[in-house]
């Protein structure tokens, strides 16, 4: 059993330049982390990856991340769904999987939860916010939270 080690990707699943540019820049801020960080634009992509189909075949192009840090608002497959597939999965299941969407709506809470979401955090509008809620997440997944062997 163990925590979220420093080799282990952070995936990140947001189709908003933005969003995840300030994420990076939050995970990253005042700390040592040392993940290594991909992004995936998309659901489609997201499930490429995780599957390891199309540019992604190769294990190398697509470690197995540590924990899975996804937005439920993207065009095409949303974050529903690659939340299912990813807890359909006994390979992909036990990964950590964060959901961080502007949505408050309790349809979405409650569905996510059912689902199998790890956690699900609504960013924060303010930046000072936002820098927090990362800096708990990351106390938490990274240091506190025992997690099994993949």
């Not at 995840?20 to 499930?47: F, M, W």
């Not at 950590?96 to 979405?108: A, F, K, L």
Request: net charge negative; aromatic share 8%.
């Amino acid at each position: 059993m163990k925590s979220v080690t420093s080799t282990q990707t952070i995936l990140i699943v947001d189709d908003s330049d933005d969003d995840y540019d300030a994420t990076v820049r939050a995970l990253t801020r005042n700390s040592n982390l040392k993940n290594p960080i991909h992004r995936c634009e998309d659901g489609k992509q997201s499930l490429d990856y995780l599957f390891r189909r199309g540019r992604f075949a190769d294990p190398n192009l697509s470690p197995r991340p540590g924990i899975i840090l996804l937005d439920l608002n993207m065009p095409g497959i949303d974050g529903r769904r690659v939340l299912a597939d990813i807890k359909a999965n006994d390979d992909l299941r036990s990964i950590p999987t964060i959901v961080m969407t502007n949505s408050d709506d309790e349809r979405d809470i409650s569905a996510c939860y059912a689902m199998g979401a790890n956690t699900y955090i609504r960013k924060p509008l303010s930046w000072p916010n936002f820098l927090e809620a990362i800096a708990r997440l990351k106390e938490y997944w990274f240091e506190i939270a025992v997690l099994p062997r993949p």
